[in-house]
T-cell receptor, first 112, second 114 residues
Framework: GDSVTQMEGPVTLSEEAFLTINCTYT??????LFWYVQYPGEGLQLLLK?????DKGSNKGFEATYRKETTSFHLEKGSVQVSDSAVYFC???????????FGAGTRLFVKA | DAGVTQSPTHLIKTRGQQVTLRCSPK?????VSWYQQALGQGPQFIFQ???????QRGNFPDRFSGHQFPNYSSELNVNALLLGDSALYLC?????????????FGPGTRLLVL
């Protein structure tokens, strides 16, 4: 079945460091790909999405590019802030499907 | 524009009891999905409701049931609670417009089963 694998955390960075969180997927069709962020004690917020190969999703300085050849959707940010500390989830949804499949999440800590 | 709302925010139950969780979708959204997020894990799909019918179900036992009302709000019912049902229950709403839909999540209901 379809699945999402993301790098294990926690990831600890200093403020203004470069962030990469790796995400790879397995899917039989042509899924849409998402990154969600979860702040402590809150629900999930959509961070960015990409719906087809080579699409780049971006929001709030975060970017991810849909790479079909490597089945990857890595999340990047050039300069992280303390306020970016949260858990990040990579997810996929099959075209025409009704459920979203999530990775296990990667916790990010940013130190001042 | 109100987002997805859920009630209650927290709930404590004992084993064997039954619980009902509620969700109001984002304005204009007609589809509601429910997810279970265990501590330290990603959300797991329970089921989705559209036009008051269960459209798809994940790998959850029949103890988990739901309902969608004509105003698109939804309930999740869990019977015969087990300790393992302790989790954050997330509701997500969306508007199905073809091949791609984006889900918007509520803040969740945290259920503790003792």
């Amino acid at each position: 079945g379809d699945s999402v694998t993301q790098m294990e955390g926690p990831v600890t960075l200093s403020e203004e460091a470069f962030l990469t969180i790796n995400c790879t997927y397995t899917a039989t069709g042509y899924p849409s790909l998402f990154w969600y962020v979860q702040y402590p004690g809150e629900g999930l917020q959509l961070l960015l999405k990409a719906t087809k190969a080579d699409d780049k999703g971006s929001n709030k300085g975060f970017e991810a590019t849909y790479r079909k050849e490597t089945t990857s959707f890595h999340l990047e940010k050039g300069s992280v802030q303390v306020s970016d500390s949260a858990v990040y989830f990579c997810a996929l949804r099959d075209t025409g499907g009704f459920k979203t499949i999530f990775g296990a999440g990667t916790r990010l800590f940013v130190k001042a | 524009d109100a987002g997805v709302t859920q009630s209650p925010t927290h709930l404590i139950k004992t084993r064997g009891q039954q619980v009902t969780l509620r969700c109001s979708p984002k304005s204009g959204h007609d589809t509601v999905s429910w997810y279970q997020q265990a501590l330290g894990q990603g959300p797991q799909f329970i089921f989705q409701y559209y036009e008051e019918e269960e459209r798809q179900r994940g790998n959850f036992p029949d103890r988990f049931s739901g309902h969608q009302f004509p105003n698109y709000s939804s309930e999740l019912n869990v019977n015969a609670l087990l300790l393992g049902d302790s989790a954050l229950y997330l509701c997500a709403s969306s508007l199905f417009q073809g091949a791609v839909e984006t889900q918007y999540f509520g803040p969740g209901t945290r259920l503790l089963v003792l």
